[in-house]
């Protein structure tokens, strides 16, 4: 199949109104209408850039959200008929382009090795950095009750906890650079993705402090109505994994993952419109 270029794709952010296109095109299993509804309505926290074809069809989307100062790159998903043609990796260039074009501090991804991901994720000149992790999905004590995070519409689905831990013997140091106000308790980043609150360090010096680092999540877990809180841990922390086992908890990828960084400064990177692979589309407001 063509290039890119070759095909004429534009790229732009979807907005509301389009999640039906989206839908077409997202496999993750837990990314219903209504998440896709309530992330394109908030255009501060979230973003859905698309390739659109002349014809109208949209052709890929790359999912994102707002991590503290940086953008996390969460998905790309490409139309059966534009397998091959590099709209995929367009996709990508186009949400990091928008992304440094909006003042984000750089984008981040979560690799993980010999994935097509970390793929993509060398194209975007992503480096891979600090420990391997793996991340764990903790349920909620009151899951059961909680209402669907699509009862958050309108309200910020992004923001700055913090945990009455110091991070000294931490089972993960603050990932995000977040700086801390030296009150004797650790900042950490926090987006929902879905229903899961993503956080972005882990202070817990033992697995018997998580009921303190779970109830320091209280006020944004009842701003979003998240189900669960995604916990990294050192891959390496044997004990911790037999724990949380114990505790229902999911780990969510089988080998670990590291976070991989793109921070933006004033070079032209590689498949950038400047270098023309994409048209550019009429730049979209807000972030």
Same mark, same amino acid.
């Given at each position: 199949m063509a290039a890119t270029h070759d095909l004429g794709l534009v790229a732009r952010r979807l907005r509301s109104g389009e999640t039906q296109a989206a839908l077409r095109l997202c496999r993750f299993d837990d990314v219903d209408e209504g998440v896709i509804d309530r992330? @394109? /309505?908030?255009?501060?926290?979230?973003?859905?850039?698309?390739?659109? /074809?002349?014809?109208?069809?949209?052709a890929a989307v790359h999912r994102g959200m707002r991590w503290h100062r940086h953008l996390l790159l969460k998905g790309v998903f490409v139309d059966d008929g534009f397998r091959g043609s590099g709209a995929g990796l367009g996709a990508a260039f186009a949400i990091r382009d928008w992304a440094r074009s909006?003042?984000?501090?750089?984008?981040?991804?979560?690799?993980?090795?010999?994935?097509?991901?970390?793929? @993509?994720?060398?194209?975007?000149?992503?480096?891979?950095?600090?420990?391997l992790i793996h991340r764990y999905l903790v349920p909620l004590p009151s899951a059961g009750a909680a209402a669907h995070p699509g009862a958050g519409v309108g309200r910020p689905a992004a923001g700055v906890l913090t945990v009455p831990l110091t991070g000294r013997g931490a089972a993960l140091r603050e990932l995000l650079g977040i700086e801390q106000d030296g009150s004797g308790g650790t900042r950490l980043g926090w987006i929902l993705d879905r229903s899961r609150l993503v956080l972005g360090g882990n202070p817990c010096r033992s697995i018997t402090e998580l009921e303190i680092l779970v109830a320091a999540t209280a006020e944004a877990v009842g701003l979003t109505g998240a189900m669960s809180l995604e916990i990294p841990f050192e891959a390496a922390d044997i004990h911790a994994a037999l724990s949380l086992a114990g505790i229902g908890a999911k780990r969510l990828s089988r080998v670990p993952v590291r976070l991989g960084l793109l921070p933006f400064g004033d070079q032209v990177a590689e498949g950038s419109v400047q270098q023309g692979l994409l048209q550019r589309a009429p730049k979209a407001v807000g972030r």
């Open positions: 992330e @394109l /309505a908030n255009e501060a926290d979230y973003c859905w850039m698309g390739l659109y /074809a002349p014809d109208g069809t949209l909006v003042g984000f501090d750089g984008i981040l991804v979560w690799v993980e090795r010999d994935k097509r991901e970390s793929q @993509l994720a060398t194209r975007l000149r992503v480096r891979p950095d600090g420990p």
